[in-house]
């Protein structure tokens, strides 16, 4: 491909909204356009990396007899109230009327459509397992898209659903795609991470992350040091009952701990200005672990009122010690709720009386229900707010209030103990590309997906599922493999494997050996590019770093007359003089690498 | 590929909505499932199918240096509004808003977004030419999607925009284009024919179908017997001259004419219960070339007042001759209408205080423009519509009432003289798959794509628009491809060059052979469908033909035991015995043909 075809021009500034490295450099590389918030146009450098990035995929998944078809983006809202996501799915999912009225979305993700596909195929057992996947433009309305194709509205992926007879047949698939993702990552050469996640929006039993790692990434990833337990932050279980234990044996905490034996008085504290934790345990010298926030939460939860699907909203505390954050995933699967949202500061103040820096679980001036974290059971005499403002109250004890109970409401962090026992928390920044979801029954019983056993008894089909996000994996790699001048992409991702700068166009005779090196290679099946615009040498040499081909080639007098042409290695930046004869042979055995 | 993995079930009867043999087979056979109106999941075989011919086009665009990109669905209606069509496109275009409100369409064509993405690129005429395309999911809202994929909503669709420095370079981009269409219908070897064709709303200067003859088109393409002229009936015009001094050599004709010179009393006829020209015709017992119909339409216009864009819609009357139809599209381009469209028998009657059946362009109840197609400005002494049910009035003439003038409006049809003069037409009925745009500089001037030309002066770019139904063309194939059992795939399409029907699976020595020569043709690159079902041989070789692969395999216990397999051609279904050893080699031989 010449560059006077493709027709882009680089750019040295990425606009400012452009915060990671990865979207300024697609973007002044010309890679990708934006065209709306989180909607961009695949330039053709782009679209060869995706290309080559599918052909990846698909490779390995028909290995493993995944068939790829394709389904429809705009699918009807009839499927989705079968499953009762249509309310469930919230407002990334985007909702519009066709010309007739009827209402449809923009698919975000595919379970009821495939299963809809597949309930005619799957009348007997034999006729199972099946385990069909597509590559296809999703869409999803972010409230923010940004960060380019990480967080896009418009984005491309990959999705794949599996059926099977049993839960053991469906284990085995979910296992043979586990293992068919890791063989993807494997080859892409990325560094990643599989942890265990949240199975979120789309439900299921079991589910597992693909990330890559990078420190831009926005989920955190907590890993044991001594086990091979990994999970998302989201979902990682807290063990506060093992905490404890290793609590008790540190001598110093020992001490505080028999002190905490005897229940000391109350007493109301003005706390002036005080309106942060931080602030709170300077002000009174007291260790954050002595504190107790409160915190209230809207509950949304849909309930199915005679065939009515209602939805009902209920305020809650919630109680973490000072340290800790909550983790509202955790809050919102445990009160299987379709969103949880903190109160704003005006409901905070109508239900406490106080501003929420001041806020506490006694004399709340409406009745409402207090939850609290595992490590609020087993705190003595800590201080909470006196829900009047500015003040608190100290040596406050559990039976102060009444407490619905003691629950894993906390963010886990590095430095806790691993939930399976074994060692302590690392954490590691990631970014999500492959989630694996075990879905068992739930969308097939729904849509009365069901075979006949080998007794004639009919069963819903146990279903797995199975994302990877194609787009957003394209910059991910970009963020993991690049430096201060540009892009550096693997032999087996780049849209060209080798970048010609012919440095003297004009040059007739230069030109001629140009062109035949550059047939010459693309014959032998070698993709290249050449950039046969009519620039300076060192404009084209930036523009190849930046948008960093493996190999380079410079046909320019100097070498020539020194008799050959030079070849850089983009990564390594090590330069060679190739004769002219030998150049064809050098790149062939440098691509197959 | 084995059956077992695809998991399709093929049905013996197709929905009664299914109309075309082509549907019905696609449908029968498990290439396509619908999941709504106009919406389709592509099964396995129809995405390969769809590939195929996505690489065809590919290769014949990258040949003609044509650049391959990816641009958004969701398009932000700003765009659309800069180039007006955000008002002009119809209902056709989806359109929505997201979370935040902002207004959007599903993308039915991409001229807006392709010129804002090569804007940044084009500063100079050096930069310039350029040619992008893309392969993708498009959107219509069609009002009454049919005939499956030949109409549908949700469609694959490639196309592409040339951008040039002159008028003169951007007809070597279209003619360059119009060649690379007809080098992929070449390729594909269907029967297709090239006519001159209507722009319609995306505008431009000259434009080219491409159209799969079939007889159930539903576009009719009338070519001269003598000349290349061809065109869609849609933009066909007439040769009322032409066809007059043809008229007036023929003796009957001729006799005729002289006696019309005599201009005759008009005279009120009560015609009871006459509501069609060709009742009246009868009634009167005259030829219909003698009567002339009145047809009243609602233009509507849009007018940009004060920098708002305000609708307008007028009624008009249009007079054919009672042996002619009227061309809508002429109608729509004569008054640069939005749309055209019939007044309802109600808006009828209020005009005229008759029914449509007794309606004439005098003693009108309103003041209305009365236009009239070429056709009848000769015309003496003909018969129209009374205004008052159950009359019309003879010996009418062109003194009679005021006509804003004669205009081409009428309906080529087969017979008429061509209208290069060269013969006359014949008609054929084709789908259309390709239609290419010579657009000028329409979109450059509203959104500012200009570029510096050598002087330093600023220009708008030229351009050039193409496009090719993909999965139109997909379905329009089988519509000239099949038989009496079933589809007929061309080998350079088919989704598998062979189909093996295994008759035995469990006979082990049988399925080894089998399956050895399965994946010995795969490893040669022949893509190659195993029937591993456990079910009849006569079922297996019904399903091979309804399926259409272009070779079929046997591997039954009978011709083992002569020494070989069945070897049959789905087009001839020619059959011949082949040797185990011979297998491998005929195949390649044929799939190379």
Not at 381 to 390: L, S
Not at 407 to 421: K, T
Request: with cysteine.
């Amino acid at each position: 491909m010449r560059w006077t075809n493709i027709g882009i021009t680089t750019t040295k500034e990425a606009p400012v909204e452009a915060e990671l490295i990865s979207h300024q450099l697609l973007l002044r590389a010309a890679y990708i356009k934006k065209m709306s918030q989180g909607i961009f146009v695949y330039g053709h450098l782009a679209l060869r990396v995706i290309r080559n990035l599918e052909n990846i995929i698909r490779q390995e998944l028909d290995k493993a007899n995944a068939v790829e078809i394709s389904m429809p983006m705009v699918q009807s809202a009839d499927l989705w109230k079968s499953t009762g996501r249509w309310d469930k799915m919230g407002d990334t999912m985007l909702r519009f009327k066709n010309r007739t009225q009827q209402e449809f979305c923009l698919g975000p993700t595919h379970e009821e459509v495939v299963t809809e596909y597949i309930k005619p195929f799957i009348k007997s057992y034999k006729n199972l397992p099946l385990n069909f996947y597509q590559i296809q433009t999703k869409y999803r309305d972010e409230i923010r898209p940004r960060f380019g194709l990480m967080r896009g509205r418009e984005f491309i992926m990959k999705d794949g659903y599996s059926f099977d007879t049993s839960a053991e047949s469906a284990q085995k698939s979910y296992d043979s795609m586990y293992k068919v993702y890791q063989n993807i990552f494997n080859r892409l050469g990325v560094s990643y991470r599989i942890v265990q996640a949240d199975t979120g929006d789309i439900g299921g039993n079991q589910s597992h992350e693909f990330h890559l790692l990078a420190e831009s990434g926005e989920d955190i990833l907590l890993v044991s040091d001594t086990s091979d337990f990994a999970a998302n932050s989201e979902i990682c279980k807290t063990l506060s009952f093992l905490e404890k234990q290793n609590f008790a044996k540190s001598e110093d905490k020992d001490k505080e701990s028999k002190k905490d034996l005897t229940k000391l008085d109350q007493k109301l504290l003005s706390t002036p200005n005080i309106k942060s934790i931080k602030d709170l345990s300077k002000f009174l010298n007291l260790k954050k672990d002595k504190l107790v926030k409160t915190l209230f939460f809207n509950i949304k939860t849909t309930q199915v009122e005679k065939k009515e699907v209602k939805q009902n909203i209920e305020k809650i505390v919630v109680l973490v010690r000072g340290d800790h954050d909550i983790n509202t995933y955790k809050l919102k699967n445990f009160f299987k709720a379709l969103e949880v949202s903190l109160l704003t500061e005006e409901e905070v103040i109508a239900l406490t009386g106080a501003n929420p820096g001041s806020c506490g679980p006694i004399n709340l001036k409406e009745k409402i229900k207090i939850y609290a974290d595992f490590s609020i059971e087993k705190m003595i005499n800590y201080t909470v707010g006196a829900n009047k403002n500015d003040y608190h109250i100290q040596n406050v004890n559990n039976s102060d209030f009444i407490c619905e109970g003691f629950f894993d409401f906390r963010l886990a962090v590095a430095g806790d103990l691993s939930p399976d026992g074994k060692g302590r928390l690392v954490e590691y920044k990631g970014i999500e590309a492959g989630h694996i979801f075990y879905l068992g029954t739930t969308y097939s019983k729904k849509l009365k997906a069901e075979f006949l056993d080998s007794n004639g008894k009919t069963c819903p089909v146990e279903m797995g599922c199975y994302g990877l996000g194609v787009s957003r994996l394209v910059q991910a790699i970009v963020e993991q493999s690049h430096d201060e001048n540009g892009i550096i992409w693997p032999m087996i991702l780049a849209p060209y494997k080798v970048h010609i700068c012919l440095l003297d166009p004009k040059d007739e005779e230069i030109s001629k050996l140009c062109d035949d090196i550059y047939k010459d290679l693309i014959s032998k099946g070698v993709s290249v590019l050449l950039d046969d615009r009519k620039e300076r040498p060192g404009f084209k040499f930036k523009d190849a770093d930046l948008l960093g081909m493996p190999l380079r080639l410079t046909f320019g007098a100097r070498s020539l007359k020194e008799g050959g042409v030079e070849l850089v290695e983009r990564k390594t930046q090590e330069k060679q003089l190739i004769k002219l004869n030998e150049v064809v042979e050098t790149i062939l055995k440098k691509v197959k690498q």
